[in-house]
């Protein structure tokens, strides 16, 4: 079942589009919580909990690419799951990590979280993953959306460890000077 037909089933509130979402993105939803918690009953409630907020805001909204629509969910119910169960007690301190590392990156005064939440700053992110090459997307977005290790993405590419490393410490350097040119006082 394609996203079209999954997203009429959430406009006839139709209850197959919870197993349909659940066949289809239950698995990718599942290891983004999973990145972010490191607790397999958390991150299976994450994602249960995302089949809920879909289906609340399914309709009004008519996402246009589904999968992305359910992650993004995923990971800001894991995100503040994580806040709620204590931060170095689950996950090991792997996304004070992650948010540590782009802080040099975001504007002055502002956490990590209240800084990615604007919609400006947002905007301007984008526009600048737009700019990368496709290999360079997908390590920034494997590593800070999906929260994956540097291990864990050298493997999926087939590369270095210290490659990936140096790569994202590039292209952390090529985003700040981005967002300062952009007028982002950071």
Known sequence: MDDREIINLFYARSEG???????RYG???????FAILGDREDA????????LRAWNAIPPAKP?????????????LSLNRLKHNGAKKRGGGRVELLLSELEDCLPAGESVESALADAELKEVLENWLRGQSM???GIFLRRYFLVRSVGEIAREY??????????LHRMRKDLKQYLEKEGITL
């Open 64 to 76: 246009e690419k589904l999968g992305i629509y359910l992650g993004k969910i995923t990971r800001n």
């Open 27 to 33: 698995g990718y939803c599942y290891a983004i919580s």
């Open 44 to 51: 299976l409630e994450c994602v249960n909990d995302t089949w």
């Open 158 to 167: 087939g590369d270095s460890e210290s490659r990936i490393t140096s790569i």
């Open 135 to 137: 290999e360079k997307r």
């Open 17 to 23: 589009a919870i197993q349909a979402v659940s066949d």
